[in-house]
């Protein structure tokens, strides 16, 4: 069946779900056609969850993780080492670690990363909210969880060059992350040597 032949919001909807990472046209139009093959009441539910998502969800006024309450669950877990803090660029980056069970401190989430290419930046109210954290909670170490690639690199930079004026440990997650990967893909084992073997960045 050729592109034209398909029905405008067929067509329209496979576009739509091609923009999704990791989502090319073959598999969008896959998607499409099990959606078309579901009754209404999946499609509505399906629906009606994405509308709630979209609502009811917002990132924590403290850390920035994706929440639905004030502040998040692990940011309110009083159980968690509140002296250590990782640094993250995405939400995605923090529910990784999380679901890999190994690091139980605070997090803080950049929501960007230093990328001259692409023009992005980390943005300056994470920056001021981080410092404001890190002094306000007394914490003793931060552990840049940032990507294994040349805006990790510039990126944990930045985060180092925001705090060279606060007393704070900083380092960084080291041993078996492939270069040009993503922390959000890494699988527990890898995250796991990554954290124990994390090292103290040199110039703090």
């Known amino acids: 069946m050729s592109v034209t032949s398909l029905p405008g919001s067929v067509h329209k909807l496979i576009k739509l779900w091609s923009k999704l990472p990791g989502i090319g046209e073959k598999t969008a139009r896959r998607m499409v056609f099990f959606i078309l093959k579901q009754d209404s009441s999946w499609v509505n539910e399906f629906i009606g969850t994405i509308k709630q998502v979209k609502e009811e969800t917002h990132h924590c006024s403290e850390c920035g993780n994706i929440t639905d309450i004030e502040p998040c669950s692990i940011c309110r877990d009083k159980m968690r080492n509140r002296k250590i803090m990782c640094v993250v660029e995405s939400d995605e980056d923090c529910i990784s670690i999380e679901q890999a069970g190994i690091f139980n401190g605070l997090y803080h989430i950049l929501g960007g990363q230093v990328s001259p290419l692409d023009e992005q930046d980390i943005p300056e109210e994470s920056i001021t909210k981080l410092k404001e954290r890190v002094c306000d909670l007394k914490i003793e170490e931060i552990v840049l969880a940032t990507a294994p690639r040349i805006e990790g690199d510039l ?16 380092s ?5 992350l492939p270069v040009g990967g993503s922390i959000g893909y890494a699988d527990r084992v890898t995250l796991h040597m990554a954290m124990e073997s994390r090292k103290e960045m040199p110039g703090k």
């Open 172 to 176: 960084r997650l080291s041993y078996g």
């Open 155 to 170: 990126t944990a930079f930045a985060i180092q060059e925001a705090l060279e004026d606060i007393p704070v440990k900083i």
